[in-house]
């Protein structure tokens, strides 16, 4: 045959849908050219035809008309005798353009053509997805659960490209089963063993910072500018915003009526509690709103090692620094600040910080109670057991051995607080949480 029927030949083109059909005559013409020059050692004297609309392929090899017995090149040259064998009125010096067939080709060089091919349109379409989600990396995709792991969770999406959602890039509560629709931000895309690996995250900022883009549209125009985004992931997050016009609310904005914005970026992250604060470049002024609930009496910034000294009522502590030290961490990575908080206005001078009893409470310990906003003896004496219990989920043992050793640093002169003095210390727990 004069034409190599190129579709009807490799059936694995029927197979890449996401190639046009002019990409792929150039990686045809490509792969033949390659394999002219293994056949033949150059390629250089050869014509490739491709033709698009039909599907195509002519091959021409071009050789110079020389004397018979001067041939020095089988490729480059033809004996004058061979030339006119072909057509009568050659002469010495020009050039003669023969047909190459498929035929001409042994059944090896077929296959490794083929092989060839199939590898360099997988290469491509490879590519093709790599770019395409390079340039979606910030963005939120859909896709559906195809196979949950214990380690990571094989996503597809619409056009069947595989995705990845790592455990540590879930939030802590999602738990996804076949054929669930997910929503995630594209977090990176790279190159591994030659096939691209996107991967997916619900827990970045990005994530939060995208959600709200679509729900707000204050923020989606440029009316409302998110400052910062601190989370952690299915707990809690923070968000600093902005608006340049006096006549837009940012905060209100973001919530929306009866919190109806919100709510819906609630629902998606696992219920995480989520706090929109009325950016400010006054320090001082960013510090309170971000350690609301909690009402701050004063404090003291160090520029140099990047630290703030809050002081607050004792009864203020515990709100500031949240449930396991949370409202006090996501507070200080917005701010930008290592932020410690201190108790002021307590009369008992004689009351001891915590750390003094390090050799006789264990380390670990005493930081769980710090992060539940006690940092001294009495401090914790003026919380109850159960309610010690329900906090750090300590043992009752440990929280009676504790007791015991704390009470003795007083003897007789600290009482144990009574049920009824706790309600209110119980009420703020439960606000807190």
Known sequence: MKTLDLIDSFQEFKEFKNIDRETLMHILEEVFRAALAKRYGTEDNFDIIVNIDKGDLEIFRNRTIVEDGKVQDENLEIAYSDAIKIESDFEVGEELSEPIYMSDFGRREILAIRQNLVSKIQDYEKSLVFQKYKEKVGEIIVGEVYQPWNKEILILDEE???????????????HFRKGDTVRAVVLKVEMKN??????????????????????????????????????????????????????????????????????????????????????????DLMVARALAPAKIASLKVDEENKKIDVYMEPEQVSLAIGKGGCNIKLASKLVGYDIDVYRTGDDDTDDVDLKEFSDEIDQWIIDILINIGCDTAKSVLAISKEDLINRTDLEEETVDEVLRILREEFEEDTPTPASDEQEPQSQESSQED
Request: net charge neutral; aromatic share 4%.
């Open 194 to 283: 030659n096939n691209p690996v996107i991967v997916l995250s619900r827990t970045s900022p990005i994530f939060l910072e995208r959600l709200l883009e679509a729900e707000v549209p204050e923020i989606y125009d440029g009316l409302i500018t998110i400052r910062n985004i601190v989370r952690i992931p299915g707990e809690r997050a923070k968000i600093a915003v902005e608006s340049y016009d006096d006549r837009i609310d940012p905060v209100g904005s973001c919530v929306g009526i009866k919190g109806a914005r919100i709510h819906g970026i609630v629902r998606e992250l696992r219920k995480e509690n989520i706090d929109v604060i009325n950016y400010s470049p006054r320090l």
């Open 160 to 174: 069947k490209i595989e995705l990845v959602l790592p455990k540590s890039e879930q939030i802590p509560s999602d």
